[in-house]
């Protein structure tokens, strides 16, 4: 191929690529234009975060609604073992104050998987105040009661977002809570397998020390196996 043959080649990929910059550079300007004149994108442009102009969530309000009432309840599950640990403690009770300590970072942990889901469905997280847990208990046993009864509660509420998911249908929250059924499953099996045995041992002397040894133990487990949560 001569030199001129080269040159003209190059002349005619030149102008090629210059008719394509070109076409590409109308294709955007006619895209922008036609977002300028769409209500939905020109208010976003105009106020990129107001509330008004985000794209639909994929959940109802509703559910998103109930799932936010969920999250307050499991942080004041939080806030209610974090009081029982403290009282654990202050009976010198180390195991079963470890043991309510690791239940604590469970709750908190279930919180934030519903916070989670609510921002992966683009739903807004609405976050109440806390209710105050209850005051001082007679005693372990005691202690353990109550959370038998806090965890049916617990059950309860889940089992009504389970129903509420089924009726409208929201298959994505209703496979969610599944692993929250089985949690709670879990949760009072523990806490009546403890009652069992301050029951069957007693909650003082030696008994009580061998129950508070045995929490010790179940708290670290507990620790170890919680999974890493990313918010």
């Known amino acids: 191929m001569t030199d001129l043959s080269v040159q003209r080649t190059d002349m005619r990929m030149g102008s090629l690529l210059a008719l394509g910059l070109l076409y590409i550079a109308f294709r955007l300007g006619s895209a922008a ?13 105009a106020a990129p975060n107001n509330p008004a102009w985000r794209l639909p969530q994929m959940i109802s309000d509703d559910m998103a609604s109930r799932i936010n009432a969920q999250i307050n309840r499991e942080l004041f599950s939080a806030y209610f073992y974090l009081g029982l640990s403290a009282q ?23 919180a934030l998987k519903m916070y989670r889901y ?33 965890e049916r509660a617990v059950t309860q509420a889940i089992n009504d ?9 929201d298959h994505a929250t209703h496979i969610f809570l599944q692993w929250f059924v089985t949690e709670q499953i879990e949760e009072e099996a523990t806490v009546n397998d403890i009652l069992g045995r301050l029951r069957l041992f007693g ?16 708290a670290k487990r507990v ?7 990313e918010v």
């Open 33 to 45: 234009a036609r977002l300028a004149t769409n209500p939905y994108w020109a208010g976003c442009l």
């Open 88 to 110: 654990a403690e202050s009976s010198n009770l180390k195991g079963t104050a470890a043991w309510f300590m690791a239940k604590h970072g469970e709750e908190m942990t279930h």
């Open 118 to 150: 609510l921002l992966d469905q683009d739903a807004i997280v609405a976050l109440d105040p806390v209710e105050a847990p209850p005051a001082k208990t007679a005693g372990i046993t005691d202690m353990f009661e109550r959370t038998l009864s806090h």
């Open 161 to 169: 977002l389970v129903d509420h998911a089924a009726q409208e249908k």
């Open 203 to 218: 909650d003082q002397g030696q008994g009580l020390l061998m129950i508070d040894n045995e929490l010790a133990g179940a």
């Open 223 to 229: 620790a170890a196996a919680a999974p890493a949560t």
